[in-house]
């Protein structure tokens, strides 16, 4: 399977998104749950990079050699799109 | 319970990795995957604001009415602190 | 002058984006560019994080402290807007 | 020129950032000179992204498409970076 790393990444943060559920169940305080949600979101960041480097070195390297243009252009501008949402987030 | 509505947003998001967890299992496009991880982003940014706005209205206002010096010292200082860490990530 | 320390910071980033407008007008590489811009939001974010603790010492204390209740409502209002914006950006 | 359009929001940005130096010499409410601060973080985003999207289409393109293995394995590592540095900031 591709992106072994980032798969079971994605699986612990589903456990821990269950925890943090289990978390509010229990009426933990709430600085500690907004704490949780931070890791999450950092944990997320971090499989989000994964991801998107093993697309440059597979697809987007692939697209960008090959001669369909608007295939190369389309490529591009999600590298672009999903750098943009990136600082938005 | 308090924080229902965080508490169905965040059961939602579970749902939502977990779909992200198949999309990765049946090697779908690279960057619709990231798209989705930045969707759950924006929904986790939901979570944390409302989680939030109920602490300062709750036992943010309670701490720093009330005379203990020391509690509303540690209350301020965990708001600065997830802001900063909001700017962060 | 309250915020000392935030304004000589805000005089240094003004100076760090003068530098970044000199690399443009020099043609430096565009990704050296987006470092840089990267490191002025850094320290952006670390003014938001000084300003913000020292308005919740001050102007919010005083404020949840009072017997004013809309005003009360309208800053813990702001804090949770600033905080909401602060994990959008 | 290249780049013209993010040179003049440069620009603009560096003014802005001026702005809020004298609203903090005038003791302009705390919550208003953060406000500010978002913006121009706001607006830095979108320079960085129209920057990033002109290299892709210029520098990215030309080294994946040429034959020196290490040029482009340097640019598609420098798209990794900044884009992980984007999900921090």
């Known amino acids: 399977m591709k992106h072994e790393d980032a798969f079971k990444r994605l699986k612990n943060i589903e456990g821990h998104i269950g925890g943090i559920i289990r978390m509010m169940d229990n009426d933990v305080y709430c600085i500690d749950i907004i704490r949780q949600i931070q890791a999450v979101q950092a944990a997320l960041n971090r499989v989000s990079s994964i991801i998107l480097e093993q697309h440059l070195d ?7 050699r090959g001669e369909d243009v608007d295939e190369r252009e389309r490529v591009l501008k999600e590298i672009a799109e999903v750098f943009e949402t990136a600082t938005r987030t």
């Open 58 to 64: 597979t697809c987007l390297t692939t697209a960008v």
